[in-house]
């Protein structure tokens, strides 16, 4: 076995795994979708059947649930910007926020909105500039 890890798995040790596929999550951008369900994980190959899971600032695969009529169905990416189930920083806090929530973004990872609403994970902030710019409260 090799000691090596591989860069996408490195920043997500040790994460509570919070979101799943078919997880809904809130939009937290003005995109026009409002609640959207996972469907995949960018860059995550795990065994067979073996559940692939996600944690805050994670691009994901989502389908627009509800939301206008013209993005309802369509698959596009996300990032995780909030998760429900608490997760441990390396300075040993404990951190959970009351919802699932994500921002739409393109698949070089820049957003779609021009705002984001609520609170941002300080995780995601830092891995995607473009979502650091946009928001205003970085916890």
Known sequence: MSSVKS?????????????INGTRLNVADNSGAREVMMVGVIG?????RRVPFATVGDMIVVTVKKG???????VMR??????????????????????NACVIVTPEGNPK?????????????????????LATLVV
């Open 44 to 48: 995550v190959k795990t065994r067979l």
């Open 78 to 99: 996300a990032i995780v910007v909030r998760q429900r189930k608490p997760y441990r920083r390396p300075d040993g806090t404990w951190i959970a926020f009351e919802d």
């Open 68 to 74: 206008k009529t013209e993005l309802i169905g369509q």
């Open 113 to 133: 909105g021009s705002e984001i609403r609520g609170p941002v994970a300080r995780e995601a902030a830092e891995r995607w500039p473009g979502i650091a710019n």
């Open 7 to 19: 860069t996408a798995r490195f920043s997500r040790l040790g994460r509570s795994p919070g979101i």
